[in-house]
């Protein structure tokens, strides 16, 4: 994570040197009104004129501070936006080297909160937090050597309060963070329970089980709530302490100068007295300011320890494990959702350029095999190598390696060549157009009046050419082992033996594995289940 802001800064220096001026200069700029307020307290206590001069020159001071003010807020939200891009960034890139098995690993809703929850709280954190903290040390170290200049008995007790102040901030800081914490995971017990309950709907209903969904899902708002009404709790009590902090300085101060015994330590004019009122105001205002954000920064705290948690996953390392014989080596493999076994000691070869076939009754664990094959799982015994390597290699180079053509063709939005590419741009038209030639449906698409760029609709193909498309989609890449899941099961025998054709076609040079429940359908070796 520190190696994203690292990163972030290098490439905004820009906006990162200005953001910092501004906040040099907007915690100088604080200082001046009260030294020009002294003058003019000073001139009405003599019963002097004040002059045209020095009341627009304390109008300009003030009206400087607050533009300053302004551009420095303006600074530190555009630098937090950078971050926040930043961040964003780096979460997607580190989506793309997580292994498969972390895409069904824990809570369904675990990883969408980092995305959507946590990574909103980026900007809170830096803005707010970070950049805003040491904004208000800038300006409240200013301060304090201003009073020390100006009163030595108000700065001395400021060093006595100063402490006390921290003490309380550090206090509230802990308990509001423990609080966010536990807002936090309530939030991710809600994204999880909500697409779960969702996905076992209709058994729910079944065994009416509505009632206990609805009070689980209860006491998690529940827990959520409890926890933001602690966090709220606090911030209201916060500002009020400080609040009252702060009078009581300003009293002390005020008896301190006027009594004979402390006169000279404080030694203070009207003037000065009032520029000393308007300085501690100034101090506490940063450090009000402090507690009324502690709840955003404490919240922004939590989301990124997730983040950090997220970002820290190990990264996907392809095994290098080299095999010898057989291109596909299933050895010794065991593999079972939960408690329920699915494949026992499964032992199989298949030759490189092999075309193979699984039959066997429903339930015995071929599809479990595709889903091995394709890395999607890891299995629980035994060693998968695909010409000695490990299945589950980068998503980048997935494609390449194998695919799977699945029963049913599913479309996404845009052309009949978007079908096909599924939008990756190193495939060129050339390439979709030759595996077109190769499954009978070139003639189809250029019958078409737009070609390739006709937008997608089933009703320009029958079920058979939506099955060709979806080999088409398969072998558009040129994997080097191709998986088939029943994908004649539901044609007739006519568009069949065109689907079996157009197979046959795309399957010169390549390693081809099927799924079947028809034996007289299959082509090659028969593996049986």
Known sequence: MIEVVKNVISKNKGIFGVMIALIVFASL?????PLILEKAVNALGNREVISLALAFGYFLCTLLSDILQSLQNASITKFGQKLTHGMRSALCQKLDRLKADDFVSGESGEMASVFVNDADTIDTLYSDGVVGMA????QLVGILVMIFIRSLGLGLIMLVVMPLILLITRRFQKASLE????NRKAIGKVNHHIPETMRVLKMVHNFEKEPFMEKTYDQYIEESYQAQKRSYFLDSVYSPIILIIQALVIAVMIIGATSSTFKGLFDLTVGSAAAMIAYVNSIFSPLES???????????????????AFLKRPDYVPHLEQGKGAYVTFDHVSFGYDDTPVLEDVSFTVNQGEMVTMTGRTGRGKSTIFKLLLGLYQPNQGKILIDGHSPDVHPDDQRRLITCCEQNFEPILGTIKDQITLKDPSISDEDVMEVLEKTGLKDLVLSLDQGLETPFTKTNFSEGQLQLLNIARAVVSRPQILLLDEITANL???TEDQVLKAIANVSKGRTVISISHRPDATRGRILHF
Request: glycine share 6%; no cysteine; charged share 20%.
């Open 135 to 138: 904004s208000n040390i800038f």
């Open 179 to 182: 609080a966010q914490k536990e």
């Open 492 to 494: 007739d025998s006519n």
């Open 290 to 308: 402090i507690g009324m954000e502690i709840q955003d920064i404490q919240e922004a705290m939590a989301g990124m320890s997730r983040i950090n």
């Open 29 to 33: 700029s604080v200082l001046l009104p």
